[in-house]
C-alpha cells in the first residue's frame, strides 16, 4: 500500500528556514516524478516544485531560490528545504506522488508552516 | 504562470448533474492532453478523480467524467451524491518545468 506521511511544519519567524520531510512506502521515490504542493489557509492548490526521477528539479516562480527540492534513496524520502521564509509561504505543504501523464495519484496529509512574528 | 480560471462555485440537486468548467491557455491546457481533476473534502488531502482528461483511475465512480475543448477542461459529476460536496480543483501540465493548478470550485449539493 502506497503511503506518504509529511513532516517538519510549525511556527517559524520571517527569514527563517525549515526542512521538510516526505516519507515513502509501498514504492520508490527514486524511481517516480515527486511534488510538494501547497494550500495556503482558505486557498487553492499551488504547484511549488517537482524532481523528477533523473534528478532534474524545477520550481514556481514564487519560490525559486529559496526552496530546494531533494530526495534520500536510502530513507525512500522527499524533502523540501525552505529558506528565506515569508508570510506568504504560509500554508500546508502535500507531497505528492507523480505517475506518468503529468497528475498525482497520492497524497500525503500535509504539514503546516505557518510563517509569523 | 497564471492559475487556471475555474468558477468559485456550484451546485446542483441529488440525482442531476453539474459540470464544472477550467480555463487556461495554450501553454496549458490547449497544449497538452495533460489535464487532472482533484477532489479536496474539508480538511483533507486532495483525490485523483480524472487524469488525462477523461480517464478516471480505479475506484473512481464513473459518475465523474471528464472532457477538453480548445483550451477549456470540464469536468461533468452525474448522478449527484451528498458525498460528491467537496472543492474540486483542475491542473494541468504545462511544460518540463511547470504543473498548474486551478482556482478550485465548491461543488455543494442541495
Redesign the interface.
Known amino acids: 500500500e502506497v503511503q506518504l506521511v509529511e513532516s517538519g511544519g510549525g511556527l517559524i519567524q520571517p527569514g527563517g528556514s525549515l526542512r521538510l520531510s516526505c516519507a515513502a512506502s509501498g514504492f520508490t521515490v527514486s524511481s517516480n516524478y515527486m511534488s510538494w504542493v501547497r494550500q495556503a489557509p482558505g486557498k487553492g492548490l499551488e504547484w511549488v516544485s517537482v524532481i523528477y526521477s533523473g534528478g532534474s528539479t524545477y520550481y514556481a516562480d514564487s519560490v525559486k531560490g529559496r526552496f530546494t527540492i531533494s530526495r534520500d534513496s536510502s530513507e525512500n524520502t522527499l524533502y523540501l528545504q525552505l529558506n528565506g521564509l515569508r508570510v506568504e509561504d504560509t500554508a500546508v505543504y502535500y507531497c505528492a506522488k507523480g505517475r506518468p501523464g503529468y497528475h498525482f495519484d497520492y497524497w500525503g496529509q500535509g504539514t503546516l508552516v505557518t510563517v509569523s512574528s | 504562470?497564471s492559475?487556471l480560471t475555474q468558477p468559485p462555485s456550484a451546485s446542483g440537486s441529488p440525482g442531476q448533474s453539474v459540470t464544472i468548467s477550467c480555463t487556461g491557455t495554450s501553454s496549458d491546457i490547449g497544449g497538452?492532453k495533460?489535464v487532472?481533476w482533484?477532489q479536496?473534502h474539508p480538511g483533507k488531502?486532495?483525490?485523483?478523480m480524472i487524469?488525462?482528461v477523461t480517464?478516471r483511475?480505479s475506484g473512481v465512480p464513473d459518475r465523474f467524467s471528464g472532457s477538453k475543448s480548445g483550451n477549456t477542461a470540464s469536468l461533468t459529476v452525474s448522478g449527484l451524491q451528498a458525498e460528491d460536496e467537496a472543492d474540486y480543483?483542475c491542473?494541468s501540465?504545462a511544460g518540463?518545468?511547470?504543473?498548474?493548478?486551478?482556482?478550485?470550485t465548491r461543488v455543494t449539493v442541495l
Open positions: 504562470q492559475a497538452y495533460y487532472s482533484y479536496q488531502a486532495p483525490k485523483l487524469y488525462e480517464k483511475p480543483y491542473s501540465y518540463t518545468d511547470n504543473y498548474v493548478f486551478g482556482t478550485g
